[in-house]
C-alpha cells in the first residue's frame, strides 16, 4: 500500500467516526443547510437535467431535495452494477426497488441513455477539502463516472467532512464546488 493510500484508509476511518456521532436531527437539519446553498447556485437554477445520489445511512440525506425536485428538474439516480455506475431516471419512490449491492433504494427502469444531456451532478465523498478535492469509499466509482461527464460537479457532505487537505491521486475528480454544513467552497469552473 503506497503512503497515499494508506492516509485515504486513515482517513476513512476517522470521518466514519466523526460521522457516527450526529444524530438524525443533525444530519437532517445540515441536509437541508447543504440543499439550500445548493439550490441558490445559479448552474443548479439553470439545470434542466440533475443526477443525485440516494444516500447510505451514513451519507448527507437526500431524499427530501429529490422528492421536492423530481416534478420540476429530471433527477437521474445512479445505480451499482459491478464495478460501474449504471444511470437510471427518478419517477418516484413507488418505483424504487432495493440495490442488489449496498441495498440502496435504485429506480427500476432502463438505462438513462443520454449522460451527455446531465447539466450537473450532486456527488458524495467520504472527505473533501477547500481545494475542491473529493476522496470516495475507494472503489472509484463516480471518478470513472466523471472522467466521461462534462457537466458542473457538486461535492456535498456533512460539516465534519471538511478537512484541511484531502489526499489525492491522478485519477481522482475534483469538484467544481463543494458544500459541507453551512461552508461552500470557492467554484472552479476548470477543474479535472
Not at 485515504?8 to 436531527?25: A, F, N, W
Not at 461535492?155 to 453551512?182: S, W, Y
Request: net charge negative; with cysteine.
Amino acid at each position: 500500500m503506497n503512503t497515499t493510500d494508506e492516509k485515504k484508509k486513515e482517513l476513512r476511518k476517522t470521518i466514519r467516526q466523526l460521522k457516527q456521532i450526529l444524530t438524525p436531527e443533525a444530519s437532517e437539519t445540515e441536509s437541508k443547510t447543504v440543499f439550500n446553498l445548493v439550490e441558490s447556485l445559479d448552474e443548479f437554477k439553470a439545470a434542466k437535467c440533475i443526477m443525485v445520489y440516494w444516500a447510505m445511512k451514513d451519507e448527507l440525506p437526500t431524499r427530501k431535495f429529490i422528492e421536492k425536485w423530481f416534478h420540476k428538474k429530471q433527477i437521474i439516480l445512479p445505480s451499482v452494477d459491478g464495478n460501474k455506475l449504471r444511470l437510471k431516471e427518478f419517477k418516484g419512490t413507488d418505483t424504487l426497488h432495493q440495490g442488489d449491492l449496498y441495498a440502496i433504494p435504485e429506480p427500476i427502469g432502463p438505462d438513462f441513455e443520454t449522460p451527455e444531456t446531465i447539466d450537473l451532478i450532486i456527488v458524495p465523498g467520504v472527505a473533501f477539502d477547500p481545494n475542491n478535492n473529493r476522496m470516495g469509499r475507494g472503489k472509484a466509482y463516480y471518478d470513472e463516472l466523471l472522467s466521461h461527464l462534462k457537466c458542473f460537479r457538486i461535492g456535498v457532505g456533512f460539516r465534519c467532512q471538511l478537512i484541511d487537505e484531502v489526499p489525492t491521486d491522478v485519477h481522482d475528480i475534483k469538484m467544481n464546488i463543494v458544500v459541507a454544513g453551512e461552508v461552500k467552497t470557492g467554484v472552479i469552473y476548470d477543474a479535472h
